[in-house]
């Protein structure tokens, strides 16, 4: 099985495959699960059943085709160490050949942003070249050709920086979209695309940056040049709302209610001569009113 289903799956390896396996065993190691297979397993390669069809349906759809290329992102950040930028651009020959780092980077500028791809060979995705007969791949020469990202960013941590290049699936992520969508979306005017204006949005942002230090890891003036195999956006952190403080209000309660409005001993004595006083004027103009009468 490992031999011939394994060697199919190895040669389609940068397709989209769904992949049936029955009989197989669970197992656990280190923390991971891992399926063992059997004499009785079987595999089958996009296999031809409607389940088969409307699985692939639900994977190509664009959105849950974006989210899940996310998704494996992500998870692929995990047991890896992060490193600094300008530590890698230091210190690049004394780390480990091959391995996988991270690190977290602002995006400064895209220098391709009217056109974030290539034409590349359907075969072996590199880059094609034009003939007089066409198109060509120097590689396996394959005249069948589609188009893939290839975006390149700017990118500074400090004072250190580096020039970034995203291919299909991390551009994928990045952008939002299918290539194809890209171009078509594009294809009459760029700034009527929403994924174009979007791109604009993206600088300033922080991202993690999963590379392998590979012969593409290069070091040149203090800059780092290099491909990511993943990206995760760093989502900022939201500001606490502080409460604005109020100010201190005595309660009225009923003890100071009749506290305040109780009357004062020399505010008694104002008003019972006020009182009086009220009274006698009152007599008076009777007395005066009853003698005028009888005049």
């Given at each position: 099985m490992a031999i011939n289903e394994g060697g199919l799956l190895?040669?389609?390896?940068?397709?989209?495959?769904?992949?049936?396996?029955?009989?197989?065993?669970k197992k656990e190691f280190q923390g991971k699960v891992q399926l063992h297979t059997s004499d009785i397993s079987t595999i089958d390669i996009n296999p031809a059943c409607q389940q088969f069809h409307k699985l692939q349906k639900w994977f190509t759809t664009k959105k849950q085709k974006s989210l899940i290329e996310e998704l494996l992102m992500i998870k692929m950040f995990?047991?890896?160490?992060?490193?600094?930028?300008?530590?890698?651009?230091?210190?690049?020959?004394?780390?480990?050949?091959?391995?996988?780092?991270?690190?977290?980077?602002?995006?400064?500028?895209?220098?391709?942003?009217?056109?974030?791809w290539y034409d590349a060979c359907q075969n072996c995705t590199r880059s094609v070249i034009?003939?007089?007969?066409?198109?060509?791949?120097?590689?396996?020469?394959?005249?069948?050709?589609?188009?893939?990202?290839?975006?390149?960013?700017?990118?500074?941590?400090?004072?250190?920086t580096a020039t970034v290049t995203l291919f299909e699936d991390?551009?994928?992520?990045?952008?939002g979209c299918s290539v194809n969508d890209y171009i078509q979306s594009t294809a009459e005017d760029e700034k009527s695309s929403k994924y174009f204006r979007d791109l604009e949005t993206k600088s300033n942002k922080q991202y993690k940056?999963?590379?392998?230090?590979?012969?593409?890891?290069?070091?040149?003036?203090?800059h780092l040049?290099?491909?990511?195999?993943?990206?995760?956006?760093?989502?900022?952190?939201?500001?606490?709302?502080?409460?604005q403080a109020v100010p201190y209000e005595k309660k009225r309660?009923?003890?100071?209610?009749?506290?305040?409005?109780?009357?004062?001993?020399?505010?008694?004595?104002?008003?019972?001569q006020k009182?009086?006083?009220?009274?006698?004027?009152t007599i008076a103009t009777i007395v005066k009113r009853i003698k005028k009468e009888k005049n």
């Open positions: 190895e040669n389609q390896v940068g397709e989209r495959l769904i992949v049936a396996i029955t009989d197989v065993q995990e047991n890896t160490q992060k490193i600094n930028l300008e530590d890698v651009i230091q210190n690049r020959q004394s780390l480990k050949e091959g391995a996988l780092y991270y690190f977290i980077g602002t995006v400064d500028m895209i220098e391709n942003k009217s056109k974030p034009q003939t007089n007969d066409g198109v060509e791949c120097r590689s396996c020469s394959d005249a069948q050709i589609v188009q893939r990202y290839r975006l390149t960013l700017n990118i500074i941590e400090g004072t250190a991390a551009a994928t992520v990045y952008i940056f999963l590379i392998q230090l590979d012969e593409r890891a290069q070091t040149q003036d203090n040049i290099v491909v990511a195999e993943a990206i995760e956006r760093i989502q900022p952190k939201q500001k606490k709302e502080t409460k309660t009923k003890k100071n209610l009749k506290t305040n409005n109780a009357p004062t001993d020399k505010s008694i004595k104002i008003d019972s009182k009086r006083n009220d009274d006698n004027m």
